[in-house]
């Protein structure tokens, strides 16, 4: 095979700081070569230095690309308008964003062949509906003249998918092409991408940051870390037999179990849900009349035992978050009872609610936007302290109570005369959990806690999660799309679909032995690494 | 001597008040302390600051009022009898209001700008041009100009000195451009002080059609201008604030009631509405003649109210922006996390929503100033701005209106108010540049 790419000793730097050193690879025809690395590793910036997009502050100090033994830096910018799209082309993570909302998509696919190859009207539409029925939409001709915002995501990241084929090109660049989609959507793009390959005899650069997309996607691996590339390996290799000790940490971190620590006994429970329905109204017309209602939670019923976690799984839209939000009496259920503690929360006012208000905590889905930029850790922690009662009404006491949660939580003391934009996004969940913490609280809705942070950083916040839970006896209610880590965390797992519960039971029975239809598709959707055991990485 | 304060001096006060309060509570701070760092770290935000400051001490210095005790000629009556409103800046040139001329005279001129008519002394009638009444005749100009800048130097340097010695004593190192702001305030006094020092001796920019100072009422004008600019803007902010928050955050009715509220009042053209404020104003005074001791409250009144409009009808477009940001900032997780907390809806206005909004308060506070510096010379040209025997910069345009018509052109009185309200809204508005690229979290990179 000849090859198609190659990265030559490129070294890139922003005024003496180098972020790029010394990356080299090479990509064969009908290849498709993974490029992994957590955020800040320098894999973005390698695309983006391909297709010669750098911003203008980093500069190339040393090194070359070669695209089919031409080097693409001594070409000029004219030259290189023309490789990008037609020799070269890329698929991005966000393709709401990508895709320009006025046009319809059709045509947004038409330009890019008028442009690159010169089509005339009725070729271009032949081409278009050939490239649709290629990435395998549905309908294409009807398609042709819809606009991006009728799509759902997946469907759009085909439209992309097409674009990026229409000329097609030698090398496909896909930067984290399925991250911001769901599980089953993933595996059909990756399904999709990956037929392409075998039908065009294409070559892929894929970017991500997930190992278990890796294991089932690529031919050849490289592990980038702080801009270096650590180990580069045939794929089968790589995962049997990992080299540096980051890549055996990365894949220890991606595959990680809970200990079993399970004694089987049943608890008395602490939260039962039952029957719990949350309609929204659909407002229409001047006199904001209700035209229907929008079913986020239609009948769930579930309950958690006490120092037990309980997974809910199920992907975007399936109303997992609207069941956390009810729990916190955050938004108002339609109907059904709630009960926490044989207390029905339901019936309860604002001002009866508060005690249980302490009890009951919830750690988001996004550090950054969780803690108010403008107030310090310290007071972050202390608010709910204050509002609801917990401890020492003196300051004093309440610093010194703020410094213990900090240190539980893996941060220093100090941390908290500091504000929010100082610190990491790992660092920022901590703060967070902290900030639950704080009130002594007996269950913690955490709503998607990790899915915002990178494989290492996951770990260490789920490893926390645990030691807390063992400590104080904390339960949890772990709200996720990520199938991959609730054999990590949960003892129980609930499975929904469209505000339902379409199963429910204990990890290994859900996981091993599903029963229903959609936890099997779901199941069979997700990523998987290969099936070594853990000792394999140490 | 008594003092008596105007409805607008004391409005002044309160503010200052409230900004040095206000600015003593920040500095604890260290978050907001280091973005005012940041904000005078730019050299042009430092001069431009220094010449607002320079500014607003003319403002203050006209904002105290009292009445002089007058030397009774009746010694028998035991009351003492007082006169006309001054101010302290009114002292500071009391030479300039008691030496007026007959009518228009150039920049440092010594003869009338028009010719008369004159019977000489042989009973001949010629037409001349009549010497000036208080103007020196012994041609020493640049003498006294040296000597007043030097005077001025002298000043300007020993403030900076004592500014330095505080520093040093201080012993913190700081990395404010402190040579731009020196150097500004050298410039400003140096100016200021030549062009006091001759005031004694001629009228440095030119006389108006009745004879009046021209430096005199740009000086008067200064707080005219300051106070709509920042009086309104301190009338509006409280409606917007309060009314933009409650939109975004209570939503359902009270959003209904407001949006209706602010889109009506916007649709409505805004001089409609102040002239018709204004006017209604002018013929209740006027058919209350007896509410005034003298003329200057009267004039006083009508600012305070042309200013009560200017913020009625202003405080729409702020309220729109604070309800939009409202509603995106009640929707983010730390606000959630509160809820679930139990605080109350008053607190979380106070601790997480109003400190996030308030960069796109202050940006729009000294947006607005320039605008309302330009907006009152515009009403007052059209005739519905302050009271016509007010010192403004409008009111001067006005008067320019018939001179720039006259051959050869009277200049002076256009000239002086366009470059005194050119420096002031120039200074504005390169600060606000400036406090909108810090303050702006979209800036940030």
Redesign the interface.
């Known amino acids: 095979m000849n090859s198609i790419l190659n990265v030559e000793n490129l070294s890139l730097t922003i005024g003496k700081d180098e972020i790029l050193k010394n990356i080299s690879f090479e990509i064969k025809q009908g290849e498709i070569f993974a490029l992994v690395g957590e955020s800040g590793s320098g894999k973005s910036l390698t695309s983006l230095a391909i297709m010669r997009l750098l911003p203008d502050v980093i500069s190339v100090s040393c090194g070359d690309i070669k695209l089919k033994k031409k080097s693409l830096f001594a070409l000029p910018e004219y030259e290189m308008q023309k490789v990008r799209g037609k020799s070269i082309a890329m698929i991005f993570q966000e393709p709401m964003s990508a895709l320009n909302p006025v046009m319809t998509v059709g045509a947004q696919v038409a330009e890019v062949l008028k442009i690159h190859l010169g089509l005339r009207n009725d070729a271009v539409k032949m081409k278009v509906v050939s490239l649709f029925k290629e990435v395998a939409l549905k309908d294409p001709e009807e398609r042709y003249n819809w606009y991006p915002h009728q799509l759902s995501g997946g469907q759009k990241q085909r439209v992309m998918i097409a674009i990026a084929l229409a000329c097609e090109p030698d090398l496909l660049i896909a930067d984290e092409p399925t991250t911001a989609l769901d599980v089953t959507i993933q595996a059909q793009i990756l399904e999709l991408l990956k037929k392409i390959r075998e039908d065009r005899k294409l070559s892929i650069l894929f970017i991500t940051h997930d190992m278990a997309v890796v294991s089932q996607m690529a031919d050849r691996v490289a592990v980038m870390k702080e801009g270096e590339i650590l180990e580069q390996a045939v794929c089968k290799e790589f995962f049997s037999n990992p080299q540096h000790p980051y890549t055996q940490s990365l894949l220890r971190d991606a595959m990680e179990k809970k200990e079993d620590s399970k004694i089987k006994e049943e608890g008395e429970k602490l939260l039962e849900v039952e029957d719990l329905k949350v309609h929204f109204p659909i407002k229409k017309g001047f006199f904001q009349r209700t035209a229907g209602y929008v079913k986020a939670v239609d009948g769930v019923t579930l309950s958690i035992p006490r120092g037990k976690t309980l997974a809910l799984v199920g992907e975007s839209g399936s109303g997992k978050s609207t069941i956390g939000?009810a729990i916190?009496s955050?938004v108002h259920m339609t109907q059904g009872s709630i009960k926490f503690e044989n207390k029905n929360l339901a019936t309860l006012s604002?001002r009866a609610?508060?005690p249980y208000?302490r009890k009951?905590?919830?750690v988001?889905?996004?550090p950054y936007?969780?803690?108010?930029?403008?107030?310090t850790i310290g007071n972050?922690i202390r608010?709910?302290m204050v509002?609801?009662g917990v401890g020492s009404k003196e300051r004093a006491a309440q610093d010194e109570h703020i410094k213990e949660l900090l240190l539980k939580v893996d941060l220093e003391a100090e941390h908290a005369r500091r504000?929010p934009h100082e610190f990491s996004g790992g660092q920022r969940q901590r703060i967070?959990i902290a900030?639950a913490l704080a009130?002594e609280p007996e269950l913690i809705i955490c709503d998607e806690p990790t899915s915002a942070l990178d494989v290492s950083v996951r770990s260490q916040v789920l490893k926390l999660l645990r030691k807390l839970q063992e400590e104080s006896g904390v339960s949890y209610l772990f709200i996720t799309h990520d199938l991959s880590i609730v054999p990590t965390i949960a003892d129980e797992v609930a499975v929904m679909k469209e505000g339902k519960i379409v199963e429910q039971g204990s990890v290994e029975e859900v996981m091993e032995n599903p029963q229903e239809e959609y936890t099997k598709t779901l199941l069979a959707a997700a990523p998987k690494l290969p099936n070594k055991n853990k000792e394999a990485y140490t | 001597m008594i003092l008596t304060l105007l409805w607008t001096d004391i409005m002044v006060w309160i503010l200052l008040f409230t900004i040095v309060v206000w600015s003593w509570v920040v500095s604890g701070s260290p978050?907001v302390k280091k973005q005012w760092h940041t904000i005078f770290k730019s050299s042009i935000a430092m001069a431009s600051a220094t010449v607002l400051l320079f500014y607003l001490l003319f403002t203050l210095l006209d904002s105290v009022h009292f009445r002089l005790a007058t030397p009774s000629t009746d010694t028998k009556s035991q009351q003492v009898q007082y006169g006309e409103m001054t101010s302290l800046l009114d002292l500071l040139f009391s030479h300039n209001i008691k030496n007026t001329e007959r009518t228009y005279s150039a920049p440092f001129a010594t003869h009338e700008y028009a010719k008369s008519i004159v019977v000489d002394a042989n009973g001949v009638t010629k037409q001349a041009y009549l010497p000036l009444k208080h103007v020196s005749n012994n041609n020493d100009l640049l003498q006294k100009s040296m000597f007043a800048i030097f005077m001025g130097i002298v000043m300007g340097g020993s403030l900076i000195f004592l500014h330095m010695v505080w520093r040093k004593k201080r012993g913190f190192k700081s990395e404010l451009p402190w040579r731009t702001a020196y150097l500004t305030l050298l410039f400003l006094t140096v100016i200021f002080t030549w062009f006091y020092m001759l005031s004694y001796h001629y009228h440095v920019l030119g006389t108006d059609k009745v004879g009046g100072d021209v430096l005199y009422h740009s000086l008067k004008s200064i707080r005219t201008g300051v106070l709509i600019g920042v009086l309104t803007t301190l009338i509006m902010l409280p409606v917007a604030i309060i009314l933009g928050v409650s939109a975004g955050l209570f939503g359902g009715w009270v959003d209904d009631v407001i949006q209706y509220l602010y889109t009506t009042l916007s649709s409505i053209p805004g001089v409609l509405l102040i002239a018709a404020g204004v006017l209604s104003m002018q013929v209740m005074m006027d058919n209350n003649p007896t509410w005034f001791e003298t003329t200057l409250e009267r004039s006083d009144l009508r600012l305070l109210f042309l200013i009560l409009i200017l913020g009625i009808t202003s405080w729409t477009g702020l309220c729109r922006l604070l309800r939009a940001e409202t509603l995106k900032i009640s929707q983010?997780?730390?606000v959630?996390?509160?809820?679930?907390?139990?605080?109350?809806k008053f607190?979380i206005i106070r601790?997480?929503i109003i400190?996030?909004l308030?960069h796109i308060i202050l940006i729009s506070i000294v947006l607005d100033f320039s605008g309302l510096v330009l907006a009152e010379a515009v009403l007052s040209y059209v005739g519905v701005g302050v009271d016509p025997t007010m010192h403004s910069w409008g009111n001067m345009i006005n008067q320019a209106r018939l001179e720039m018509a006259r051959e050869p052109m009277v200049w002076w009185s256009l000239f002086s108010a366009f470059v005194f309200m050119f420096i002031l809204v120039l200074a504005a508005n390169l600060l606000s540049d400036r406090i909108q690229i810090v303050l702006d979290p979209r800036n940030k990179s």
Do not use: C, W
């Open positions: 939000q916190l955050l604002e609610l508060k208000r009951i905590q919830i988001f889905q996004d936007s969780a803690l108010n930029p403008r107030m972050i608010e709910g509002s609801l504000y967070g900030r009130v | 978050q983010i997780e730390f959630t996390a509160a809820k679930a907390f139990g605080v109350g607190t601790r997480h400190p996030n308030m």
